[in-house]
């Protein structure tokens, strides 16, 4: 009774006249009157009972305050810290001293930055700030030896998790050591838009069968609408522990003169031989151990035939996180439209070597593969029956294709790629995108795509504007009216109500020649 009888009432800030917050962290309404349609009404004050946003222990406390903006819930300890305690530096955290976020009394709380209520929890709490500890690898900075979780480096030297954390965190020392996480991370807000676009079908991702790993590659649907974001670009065979990066493929390049094509100097650039063939992906990781991918599966027909390259010679001159970026030239039957090059002895050719932080090496000197050629003269190069070459600039890992006629003419023929085909695709109502197998022929088939549009609808709104404009006439009447003599068989199918006919006649009728390539 004594401490009630201490206790001091302040105005809470923003509701002046309306509701007063006290030392020991109660919020109360105050006597005031208020103007309505309907005249003056008068409240009394009283006491609020606030509630906790949780059922539990570790809830904030809230309370409901209404002004003439409307009702909204404010936390009853920073309705005390805002009233009672003063805040020159401008911190814009309030912690609770003892940890109990339900003791709002005023000498239990203190303005603070993030860093200092971090440090607060971990070292006077001995609180951990992440739930996700264990999936997190890490490393010990002086030993360089590597842990599977943050909670088994903590065991080793005898300290607690919440420690090793802050070392990771911000850089403070542990039991006498540092340590760094084995990969690098993307940010929250990055992931976000990553799982925003696997919903909204631009990037697929697939799960490992043993691994805790995921692979993001990018769709054909997001090929065919040339929606490239700095996410979309990067998922071509992107691998992730959670947020964690495990491999750090190089960014979706395309063919020179593309609009989404890098702008490299073909005079400065590293120009290597472009292999028709199948990405893989190998790594040699030092949590996860060998990982092999395509660019968007782990255990598809061509990751199988990928690691019988990779034997144990092989393997035990790979480089421990180095991942290899390597084209698989094998032949596989019903791909004949995707790979049209002869490949009598496959091999796997490696053309690229990143570290985690997206570092490009040179695959001549580190490679245990065979690696790409090295080209002087791309331009006498590429008048050769080969698929092409890719000009890289070392400083800034953007990457350029160049394609050679042969390669772009034998496989139009091969995959039987013409105008026709397309029509085909949308006559039976089939995406263009996913019967496209190829990316490089697919500006070609959007080109045939919009043509063909563009033919189908002129001649449907004809129609549609001729059966509005003759709907009055009888059959008789319109089959003697001179003007629609093109579109009267198309006018009597919608009359005997065959919509579905009249659209396959129009198809018919904008139907390509076989010449058209």
């Not at 940890?99 to 239990?108: A, L, P, S, T, Y």
């Not at 979780?149 to 919440?162: F, L, Q, T, W």
Request: charged residues 30%; glycine residues 6%; aromatic residues 10%.
């Amino acid at each position: 009774m004594e401490e009630i009888l201490q206790e001091e009432w302040l105005p809470v800030k923003g509701y002046e006249g309306l509701y007063e917050v006290s030392s020991l962290g109660r919020v109360r309404s105050v006597p005031h009157t208020v103007q309505h349609k309907l005249g003056e009404w008068r409240y009394k004050g009283k006491v609020l009972n606030p509630q906790p946003t949780k059922k539990d222990k570790t809830a904030y406390i809230k309370a409901r305050l209404y002004n003439p903006a409307g009702w909204k819930g404010k936390y009853v300890h920073r309705l005390v810290a805002e009233a009672f305690i003063p805040n020159p530096d401008g911190k814009k955290e309030v912690n609770h001293k003892n940890g109990d976020r339900r003791d709002n009394r005023v000498e239990n709380l203190e303005w603070v930055s993030s860093s200092e209520n971090e440090k607060h929890k971990i070292y006077t709490l001995n609180q951990s700030t992440s739930n996700k500890m264990e999936l997190v690898p890490v490393y010990c900075v002086e030993t360089l030896k590597r842990y599977r979780s943050i909670s088994e480096a903590a065991r080793d030297v005898g300290a607690k998790p919440n420690r090793v954390w802050a070392s990771l965190e911000y850089g403070w020392r542990c039991k006498g050591f540092h340590f760094k996480r084995t990969y690098t991370c993307v940010s929250e807000s990055w992931f976000e838009r990553l799982q925003k676009e696997v919903k909204a079908g631009n990037i697929r991702v697939a799960t490992h069968p043993t691994l805790p790993l995921k692979i993001y590659n990018y769709t054909k649907q997001c090929d065919y609408e040339g929606y490239w974001t700095d996410v979309t670009r990067k998922c071509r065979g992107l691998i992730l522990n959670g947020r964690n990066i495990v491999v750090n493929p190089p960014e979706k390049f395309f063919n020179l003169g593309e609009p989404f094509a890098a702008k490299v100097n073909l005079n400065k650039a590293v120009i290597t031989s472009k292999s028709d063939g199948y990405m893989i992906i190998v790594k040699k990781d030092p949590i996860f151990g060998l990982i092999v991918s395509s660019r968007g599966s782990f255990d598809n027909k061509y990751v199988e035939a990928a690691k019988r390259f990779i034997t144990p010679a092989i393997q035990e001159n790979l480089i421990e996180g180095l991942s290899y970026f390597c084209e698989l030239c094998q032949n596989f039957e019903g791909d004949e439209a995707i790979i049209v090059t002869k490949h009598y002895e496959p091999m796997l050719i490696c053309w690229g070597i990143r570290t985690l932080e997206g570092e490009e090496l040179n695959p001549q000197e580190l490679s245990p593969f065979p690696y790409a050629e090295q080209i002087t003269d791309y331009k006498k190069y590429i008048k050769g029956e080969v698929e092409g070459v890719v000009a890289l600039n070392p400083q800034t890992g953007e990457r350029v294709k160049v394609k050679g006629q042969w390669w772009l003419e034998r496989h139009r023929l091969i995959s039987d790629f013409n105008k026709r085909r397309i029509w085909e695709i949308m006559r039976d109502g089939k995406l263009v995108a996913e019967e496209v197998e190829v990316d490089e022929l697919l500006p070609q088939a959007i080109t045939w795509q919009r043509e063909l549009t563009k033919e189908f609808n002129e001649i449907w709104r004809a129609v549609q504007d001729a059966d509005s404009e003759t709907s009055h006439l009888t059959d008789k009447e319109l089959g003697l009216l001179d003007k629609y003599q093109n579109l009267k068989p198309y006018l009597f199918m919608l009359r005997k109500d065959k919509e579905q006919e009249c659209i396959s006649k129009i198809w018919e009728a904008i139907k390509p020649r076989y010449d058209v390539v």
